[in-house]
C-alpha cells in the first residue's frame, strides 16, 4: 500500500507550521522514516523538510506530490526530540520549524539550489545568450539581473531550460582515504610470488594485505606499517589488488591532555547531597534538586559522583554550563574524571567538530556532555542524570526565537526519561528558590566552604566618600593599599568592572551633546584598540570625533570607563604590576580565554582586570583579594531583577577570593553603600536577601509571584509600532481575566535598535487559563499585519529592557 509522508516544510510560516502531506514513491518507500530530511516540491520551489510521520493513504482524494529524495540514512531527530519540538512551539509561540532547526547542529542545516539547464529545443542563439559557459549553470534569482531572470523563466515556459535541484548538504562527514584488500589472502600470495623478484616492495605490500582482513585501513597506516610508498599502493589499486574506500573519521576538536582525577573523600554535606540525588538516579525519578550551596563549597565534586552514579547504571548525564568558553576549568574537571565519555558542545568548535560530537552522543560512543544553552538538545539517549550550574544565569534564555529557557527544557526531558534534575547554584533564582520553599524541588544545602575554609571578608567602599577625598573615581585609596599589599607578597588580584548599564560614551562640555548611534537610541562607545567609536547594538562604527559634531567645541570627554581604559589608569597607579586584562576585545580569538586564565594560573600576572566574565567559575588559590570597581552600575536599569542580578554577580565574583589556605579579603566600591542588594552581598547572606527580595516582589506584583509575559512590536515607523501594540492592548483586555494586569504600550528603555522602533506590553497575571489561547490569536493576526511590522512573544522573559 503506498504510503505518505507528513513533512514540515523548512519554510518558517504560519501557514507551513502544520506538516503537508507527500507521496512516498516506490523506490523511497523503504528510506523514509520519521526524523529524517527530505527534499519535497513546494510551490514552485523544491525545499528541504523533516518527516514528522508517516500514515497510511489517506482519504484525501487529490494527488499528492511525491517526496524527492531522503537526505539521511538514519534519522537525525528521534522521538524524543520530536515531541520536544512540538512542545517547545507550543509553549514559546515559535515554528516548529525554528523549534527544529535550533536543536540540530548547524550542518544539518541543509538548503536546496537551483541549476537552469538547455533542452534540445533550444536555439543556438538563445544558448549563445544563455549559456555562455557550458550546458549548466546555477539560478539564483537573487544573483542575476532581471533581464535574464525573465529571459530564462520564458525560455522554460517554452520548454527551452529546465530547472534541476540539488541540495548542498553541508553535513559533510569527514572521510580518510583507506585500502582494503580486494582479493582472497591466497590470491594476494599468489601474485606476491610472481612479483618478489621485479617488484619486491609490491610483494612487500602484498603479503601485508594478506594479513590485513576485511576491515579498511589508512593509507598512511598501510604505508607505514607495510614500509611501502603511496606510489605502490597507488600501482595496487591499479591492478586490481587491493581496493580504495572512504574512512569515516571524526575531526579532533583541539584536544588537550587532562591529568586523569578519582573522586574525593566528600564532607558530610556533600554526601548528603550526592545520596539522596544517587538515589533519584537510582530510582528513575524526575525529582527536581536545588543544590544551593556558597562558593567554594564543592558543588562541581556533588556533580561529579552523582555522574559516576548515572554512568555506573548504564545511563549517561547531561551537565550545563553558562558559557562554556569563561569555564574551561569546570569543562577540564568533567573531562579528567570520565576521560573519552566527555563530549563538549560548545560556539567554539567549527561547524564540522559540532556535528562530530552530536554524532558521537547520538551514537551513545559520549555518555556525558557538557555544554552550553543549545546543549539542552543533545541526542543523548537513555538520560540519567541532568545537572545545570549556575542555574540563574540568565544566559539560559534565548533571546531570539524560540525564546526558551534551558531549565525548562531540562526539566521536560527529566520527565521523558525518569531522571533528576539538578540545579546548582550560591544564588539561586528567586523562582527556583521560591519553588524550593514549596517543597516542589527537593533543596540540599552546603552551607561551608570545603575544609571549613573561611567566607572572604568582604569591605563596602563608599566612593561618594572616595570621590571627594581624592578626586578619582575609579580607584579608592583602600582598594589601592589593598592591591600594593597583594602585590608585596606575591599574592593575586582579581578585579572586576562591571559593564552592564554602562559604556564609556563621548560628551560635549561646552553643548552637553552626546554622540549616539544614527540607526539606535543609544550612545556609542569608545574603542581605543580600534580608535573608533561603536555601537553594541548594531555593529555601527565610526571615527572617534576631535571636535564636538554639533557646536564644533573642542572640549569633548570620554565618560564612563572602558577596560582598556582602567587597565591604563591602573597601570600608572601600580606601574610594577602585571595586569591581564579580560573583555571582550581581548577574548575574540578562539582559545582566548583559556589562554589568559592559564597565564594568570601560573601567576605571569598579578592582577586578572575583566568584565563580568571572570565572575564564574574561576578557581585560583593564589588570589587572596577581589575588587568590584563599580557595584551599582545595573542597579539603575528599569528592570525588576536589577537587585538580584546585582546581588547574584557580587557574591559570585566576591567567591573568587581565598579559595585555599590563604585568607580572602573583597573591596566593592559604590555610590550606593546602603541598598540592600549589597548591603547582604557584603554578609553573602542569601537566604537574607531572598526574603528581603520576595518582599519587594510581592509588593510590586512581581514574579515569582506573579507570572509575566511580553509583547513587543518593532517597526521603522514609530507610529505603526505604537499603533500595533494599541490594537494588542485591547485584545488581550478582552480576552483576559479582569485579574490580570497589562502594562503598556511603552517605548522599550531603549526605544529605537538598527533603526526600528520598539514598543512593549508585558502582562502580569496569575492564572489565566485563556493566555495561551489570546496570544496565539494575537500571533496569527500578526501574520497578517502590516509589512515591516514584526511582534514578538515571550512568554516569560529575563530581560525587560
Ligand atoms: P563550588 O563549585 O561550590 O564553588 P568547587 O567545586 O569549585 O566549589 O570546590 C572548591 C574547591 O574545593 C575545589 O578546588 C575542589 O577541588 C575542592 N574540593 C571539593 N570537594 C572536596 C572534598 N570533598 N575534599 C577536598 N577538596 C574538595
Ligand atoms: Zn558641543
Ligand atoms: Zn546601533
Known sequence: MAQIGQVLVDVPTMQTNEPYSYAIPDQLQDQVEPGMRVTVPFGHRMVSGFVVGISDESDYDGQLKPIQAVLDLAPVLNRELRQLA????????????????????????????????PTDEISAAERATYFPDGTVRPFDTEKLDATTVSGLLKLRRAGKVTVTYQVKDKAAVKTLAAIVPALPATKLQEIATTVAKRAPKQAQLLTYLQTMGD?????????????VSAEVIRTAVAKGWAAKKALEVYRDPFQRPVQPTQPLTLNAEQRVAVD?????VTAQQAQTFLVEGVTG?????????????????????????????????????????????????????????????WRR?????????????SAVFAPLHNLGLIIMDEEHESSYK???????????VALWRGRYHGCPVVLGSATPS????????????????????????????VHIVDMREALKANGDGDFSPDLLTAIQARLDRQEQVVLMLNRRGYSSFMMCRDCGFVLKCPNCDISLTLHVDTHSMKCHYCGHEEAIPRVCPNCHSRKIRYYGTGTQKIEKALQERLPAARILRMDVDSTRRKGAHERILKQFGSHQADILLGTQMIAKGLDFPNVTLVGVLNADTALGLPDFRASERTFQLL?????????????????IQTFNPDHYAIQLAQRQDYERFFVTEMHMRHQGNYPPYYFAAQLTASHEDEQVAAKAMYQIVAVLKQGLSPNAIVLGPTPKAIARVKRKYYYQVVIKYKHEPQLQAVLEQIRQGAQQAQRGLTITIDPEPMNFM
Open 86 to 117: 512540538d512542545w517547545l512551539a507550543t509553549t514559546t509561540f515559535a515554528f516548529r520549524i525554528t523549534c527544529i532547526q535550533t536543536m540540530l547542529p548547524n550542518l544539518l542545516k541543509a538548503s536546496v539550489e537551483r541549476f537552469i539547464q
Open 215 to 227: 576491515q579498511p585501513v589508512a593509507q598512511t597506516q598501510v604505508a607505514h606499517d607495510a614500509a
Open 276 to 280: 539522596a540525588i544517587s538515589a533519584a
Open 297 to 357: 563549597s564543592g558543588k562541581t565534586e556533588v556533580y561529579l559522583q552523582s555522574i559516576a552514579q548515572a554512568l555506573k547504571l548504564g545511563r549517561t548525564a547531561l551537565m550545563l554550563v553558562p558559557e562554556i568558553a569563561l569555564t574551561p576549568q569546570m569543562t577540564n574537571r568533567v573531562k579528567s574524571r570520565f576521560g573519552h565519555a566527555v563530549a563538549v558542545l560548545h560556539s567554539g568548535l567549527s561547524k564540522g567538530e559540532q556535528y562530530d560530537e
Open 361 to 373: 552522543i547520538d551514537r551513545g560512543e559520549a555518555t556525558v556532555v557538557v555544554g552550553a544553552r
Open 398 to 408: 534565548q533571546d531570539e526565537n524560540p525564546r526558551y529557557h534551558a531549565r525548562d
Open 430 to 457: 528567586l523562582e527556583t528558590r521560591a519553588r524550593a520553599a514549596k517543597g516542589l524541588y527537593t533543596r540540599l544545602v552546603l552551607a561551608h566552604r570545603v575544609n571549613d575554609h573561611p567566607l572572604p571578608t
Open 651 to 667: 557574591t559570585q565574583v566576591s567567591g573568587r577570593a581565598g579559595r585555599a589556605e590563604k585568607p580572602g579579603e573583597v573591596f
